[in-house]
């Protein structure tokens, strides 16, 4: 077991270029063995086996051409046939008296002795179907002759018979021949088939080894490698796999740089409040009790916000890694829009935002009801961001038959087409819009998400200078793999 492991794993390790080759050699191999094989112990079996199927049909023809003609046509077509096929031919009648003879061997085994005739008969009449084939040994010249006799309409009551005798030729020294003009032959052939496999072996290679360099290349963090794929369909394809990956890998690699800047900036400015205003408390109003509140209020914003951003990165990891598990109950949805729309009062009063809450019949539906809650409050929050100056914020509920969509819409100034498609990207922000609020700039991100772990269709529409819509749909279909738990 240890050695066929050993094996398995230096095979496992040997070169695309060389198993190639070896197996085309081995093919050729294969291919040379059986064509002697057959050549040493088939050819003179194969040799008889025609031998005799001739025989048979020289027979049919002499016999069918015995029952339609006479005279002097059947003699003619007796006379072809038998120099055609070198056979001797002996046409007799029912009492075993020849009528028809024709000799072209010269030693004929069927000629010469009567005696020897009726046996043949003899062996027809016995034989029950009429027909008899077989080997003999010629005494004269030692060779091994066919003979074959067949009766002449039925094998009952015979109209006559039919005997034919022919040499069968030894092939040993055809076969001896034959096995050096293979012997050339196959060495010529041995080292065609050797130079045949390098060059396919090594056109077949080529194109992969170089996309397994280009692939090394990518390893190393070079985004602008190219994936040729030339010499045949399937190195096309892996090229083009890997062309697409190399896209993406790079695409990752630039949302990861922005993450890195993004969340950096985002840690850096409260961390610098906090840590300002704990030096104001210790330094100057500490002793101040209004002063001191004041710091101490914005040392607690500045702590929610880290919260905030440390638990949105948790939470959007969570949900890309596969792990996260739906919790799906029974709830009204129109209800449930209007707390999470009372739940932004405090802003709306603060900040001077109306929130317009358009509802439609009650309806029950069944999902995550704290993913679904996160998604309502991310693209409220993310309105409320971008909106325009009226600050006016439209969320409406829209019942259809499979189903009821959530719309969130701002009057802000839109989004560019091109840029529509990115929006909801993990820490995409569009340069054309500045929050006013508290936000962590993965709001959309963990929306596309939970969306997708429930398998709901979701988008947006923008008119630039008039404002965007973000709009999903609850489906009245189940999410796959949730756990459903009545309320």
Excluded at 268 to 296: C, F, Q, V, W
Aim: with cysteine; glycine share 6%; net charge neutral.
């Amino acid at each position: 077991m240890k050695l066929y492991n050993i094996i398995k794993r230096k095979i496992a390790e040997t070169p695309l270029r060389l198993k190639i080759w070896l197996y085309f050699v081995l093919f050729s191999a294969i291919v040379f063995f059986m064509l002697w094989f057959s050549l040493i112990f088939f050819l003179e079996r194969f040799y008889e086996t025609m031998k005799i199927n001739d025989v048979r049909i020289a027979a049919d023809t002499i016999v069918n051409s015995y029952e339609q003609h006479s005279g002097d046509s059947f003699g003619k077509t007796l006379t072809d046939i038998a120099v055609d096929n070198d056979l001797c031919v002996e046409v007799l009648d029912k009492y075993g008296r020849s009528l028809y003879s024709r000799e072209v061997l010269g030693d004929c085994m069927i000629h010469g002795k009567e005696n020897r005739v009726y046996v043949f008969l003899d062996k027809i009449t016995e034989s029950g179907n009429g027909q008899i084939y077989y080997k003999i040994k010629n005494p004269r010249s030692n060779y091994d002759m066919l003979l074959y006799g067949c009766a002449i309409g039925s094998p009952e009551k015979p109209e006559g018979y039919l005997l034919l005798n022919t040499a069968l030729v030894p092939v040993g020294s055809t076969v001896s021949i034959i096995k050096r003009q293979l012997s050339i032959i196959i060495f010529i052939l041995i080292g065609v088939a050797f130079i045949i496999s390098l060059y396919v072996s090594k056109r077949i290679a080529q194109p992969i080894t170089e996309i397994t360099k280009s692939a090394e290349s990518l390893a190393k963090g070079n985004f602008d490698t190219k994936f040729e794929g030339k010499g045949y369909l399937e190195v096309k394809q892996l090229a083009d796999t890997l062309t697409y990956a190399e896209k993406e890998l790079s695409k990752v690699d630039t949302m990861q740089r922005d993450l890195i800047a993004n969340i950096s900036h985002d840690l850096r400015t409260p961390l610098t409040m906090l840590k300002a205003y704990a030096e104001m408390i210790r330094d100057l109003s500490g002793d101040n009790p209004k002063k001191r509140a004041e710091h101490l209020e914005i040392i607690i914003n500045e702590t929610d916000r880290l919260a905030l951003l440390v638990n949105d990165v948790l939470d959007l990891s969570k949900l890309e890694s596969g792990k996260q598990k739906l919790s799906c109950t029974k709830f009204n949805i129109r209800s449930q829009l209007a707390e999470i729309i009372d739940r932004f009062k405090g802003i709306s009063e603060k900040m001077g935002y109306h929130i317009h809450f358009i509802p439609d019949e009650e309806r029950v539906v069944c999902c995550d009801v704290v993913k679904i809650e996160q998604v309502i409050y991310n693209l409220i929050n993310n309105a409320i961001n971008y909106t325009g100056a009226d600050k006016q914020v439209f969320v409406r509920q829209i019942n259809q038959e499979d189903g009821v969509l959530i719309e969130i819409e701002d009057t802000g100034e839109g989004i560019e087409e091109d840029k529509i498609k990115l929006i909801f990207d993990k820490y995409y922000r569009s340069e054309n819009h500045k929050r006013e609020v508290v936000g962590t700039g993965l709001g959309l991100s963990i929306v596309k998400a939970v969306l997708k772990l429930h398998g709901y269709e979701y988008g947006v529409r923008s008119t630039l200078g008039k404002g965007s819509v973000f709009w999903f749909k609850i489906s009245d279909v189940l999410p796959e793999k949730a756990d459903v738990h009545n309320t």
